[in-house]
């Protein structure tokens, strides 16, 4: 088989032909991957116009648009805490379960033990953070892989839960100041969008302007080449996890107030969304790599495709169907895009 | 070709001391260490002395990369001491033994595998910007690093890389080998260390390396080679040591042995003479 001369020449320069987009300042890239980074969003935007035109009164009013946002702040907290584990190349499935912790504990010590709004949301954050130290150390220090080790955590946080509460729901005597925490606005944005919209500025700051993002991802991509390069390979991963426990305590205390009660079964359940975020996420912007603003978008996308199919009549079991479908498309399509690209 | 006071070079700590002019840079004594029943070192020496290519050679296993290591920091020996520039160290890990100037390409590359070129020859001492956002916000420099990255990716001639942006696992394994080489030799103040450095290098890049080698031996800062490679040995290298069963069996000047015979000790085809061992 002999092939024309025009074709072999790329090759064999090493240099293979394809088509590239110009990005602001100046950079070029192939147009696959530059596909595969606005996917998503392209998505959200799709899903946004189509409910809007569908259902012109309900969906796109700024009412519905702050409820969806709310309902999923809370989600974005936690799988923004999620994604420093992942990150480092480790699992937290407590993170869930860590949240709800932090739920109970809020809402338990002032309603129960009558302590101060001020210091139960302390020690809510704190006991959280420790949860992740002790997930932690037991994945660094002792050397348990971190799936064992936070199934565990999991499944211990839950008993304790069931002990403190005894299958109660704290309903009397939530302070009205922690309700204002989950159900007040700013500016006419209900807080919880502010808290998360805030943390995620912080998180995405951390993890790619400083050099411990850099360290992180590095540890991801390779713990002994970030090792001999001087990276603190134990701190740092012991950061992640006391990061994903605090970030789980700071959701829990934030579902606390847009509840205004304690209920001991809302924690869990958000395990797999959170999952589901983190990956969807892992998907855009910078396609093959857990990041904040991709996690952002995704959790969005899902909440704007679930509401938007509830408000044009789709039957209760859309949502779960919708998610799953979205995670493993989006990341089959990215796969696809990537594959080609590089 | 490299610019020292520009670019990736920092400041260096160069520490030359006039009265230190004949005392060796690095010297290792009785280093031992142990992986549960395999003894990988056992009671090995090791001396480099200032403005030398000292190559280290040594069948399969024979302890070369545990025996570097051990000098990177990257290996905590079970006994033995280093001493650097006369003064006794313990390294507890690689950041202790490059604050000491020493720098270390490793036999399998320490490369992160999906961070850019520049993130990688910056990993672990990344610039930050200047003022506040520097040491208060740990404001990182990108600007600065991709521009020094291909300054010294130009002036070393290394190798050709089609986008700085590129991520290092999708590199060829002689472009990852010449990051590595090229950021020990920005880097490495005191001591650069190289561990089979061209094994994945084409001749062109070889040729570039070992001119690289002897460029840093000509800046003053001696250097370790590691390579099973006897020809790059013997036109690089002013001493070579020889690493057998753990121990070094002999350390001979480059002038004074010829390729067969030290192809001979390594293997352990012939004993060591009394001639043969010299710090
Ligand atoms: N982390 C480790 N765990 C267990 N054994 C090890 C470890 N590192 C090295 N060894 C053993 O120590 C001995 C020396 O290994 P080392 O890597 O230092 O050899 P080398 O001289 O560099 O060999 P090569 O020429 O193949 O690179 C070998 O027998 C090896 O199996
Ligand atoms: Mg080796």
């Known amino acids: 088989m002999t092939a024309p001369a025009d074709q072999l020449a790329p090759a064999a320069s090493g240099v293979r032909e394809v088509r590239s987009v110009r990005l602001p300042g100046g950079r070029r890239e192939p147009l696959a991957l530059f596909m595969a980074r606005v996917a998503l969003p392209l998505l959200l935007l799709v899903l946004l116009v189509v409910f809007s035109l569908l259902r012109p009164a309900t969906f796109f009013t700024l009412d519905n648009l702050g409820t969806v946002l709310t309902l999923q702040a809370v989600l974005g907290v936690l799988a923004l805490g999620l994604l420093l584990p992942l990150i480092v190349g480790e699992l937290d499935l407590s993170v869930a379960a860590n949240l709800g912790l932090g739920v109970i504990l809020v809402t338990g010590l002032t309603s129960q033990q009558r302590l101060p709004l001020v210091v139960a949301i302390v020690v809510a954050a704190v006991v959280c953070t420790l949860v992740g130290v002790v997930n932690g150390l037991l994945v660094t220090k002792v050397g348990i892989n971190s799936f064992i080790v936070t199934i565990g955590m999991s499944t211990v946080i839950g008993g304790l839960v069931s002990a403190y509460t005894q299958g109660n729901v704290f309903y009397d005597g939530i302070p009205p100041a922690l309700v204002t925490i989950g159900q007040g606005r700013l500016l006419g944005v209900p807080l919880p969008v502010v808290y998360a919209v805030v943390l995620a500025i912080v998180v995405w700051y951390v993890l790619s302007h400083t050099p411990v993002g850099r360290y992180l991802y590095a540890i991801g991509g390779s713990r002994e080449a970030a090792r001999l390069s001087g990276v603190p390979v134990r701190g740092l991963t012991l950061a992640a996890f006391a990061g994903a426990g605090l970030l789980a305590g700071v959701a829990g205390i934030v579902q606390a107030g847009i509840l205004g009660s304690g209920n001991p079964t809302v924690g869990p359940p958000l395990l797999l969304p959170a999952y589901a975020a983190a990956f969807l996420g892992a998907t855009a912007i910078q396609p093959g790599v857990f990041n904040v603003w991709g996690t952002i978008i995704a959790v969005v996308t899902i909440q704007v495709g679930t509401t938007g199919l509830a408000l044009v009549g789709a039957p209760f079991w859309i949502e779960p169907v919708f998610t799953g479908l979205a995670l493993i498309l989006a990341v089959a399509t990215a796969r696809y895009l990537r594959g080609e690209a590089l | ?279």
């Open chain 2, 1 to 279: 070709m490299i610019s020292p006071g520009r670019g990736p070079v920092p400041a260096a700590k160069t520490v030359t001391a006039p009265d230190q002019g004949s005392l060796p840079v690095l010297v290792a004594r009785g280093l031992t260490k142990r992986y549960g029943h395999v003894t990988a070192l056992d009671g090995t020496d090791l001396t480099l002395r200032r403005d030398e290519v000292l190559a280290v050679i040594g069948d399969n296993g024979a302890g070369k990369s545990t025996l570097i290591k051990c000098l990177s920091g990257a290996v905590v020996p079970d006994e033995g001491t280093i001493e650097v520039d006369g003064r006794r160290v313990a390294f507890r890990g690689p950041l202790d033994a490059r604050a000491a100037g020493i720098e270390t390409v490793y036999q399998h590359l320490a490369i992160a595998p999906a961070r850019d070129i520049a993130a990688n020859l910056y990993l672990g001492r990344e610039l930050r910007r200047k003022g506040f956002a520097g040491w208060g916000l740990r404001l990182l420099d990108r600007k600065a690093m991709r521009a020094n990255t291909r300054e010294l990716l130009d002036s070393l001639g290394l190798l050709t890389i089609q986008s700085l942006d590129q991520a290092a696992e999708t590199l060829s394994g002689g472009q990852r080998q010449g990051i590595a080489v090229a950021r020990a030799a920005a880097f490495g103040s005191r001591v650069v260390i190289m561990d089979e450095p061209t094994a994945a290098l084409g001749v062109k890049e070889s040729r570039k390396v070992l001119d690289l080698i002897l460029e840093i031996k000509n800046r003053g800062i001696p250097v370790i080679l590691i390579s099973h490679d006897m020809p790059h040995v013997f036109e690089v290298a002013d001493r070579i040591h020889i690493q057998r069963l753990g121990r070094r069996i002999a350390c001979v000047p480059t002038a004074d042995i010829t390729m067969p015979e030290a192809v001979a000790l390594m293997t352990g085809a012939s004993q060591p003479g009394p001639g043969h061992t010299q710090d």
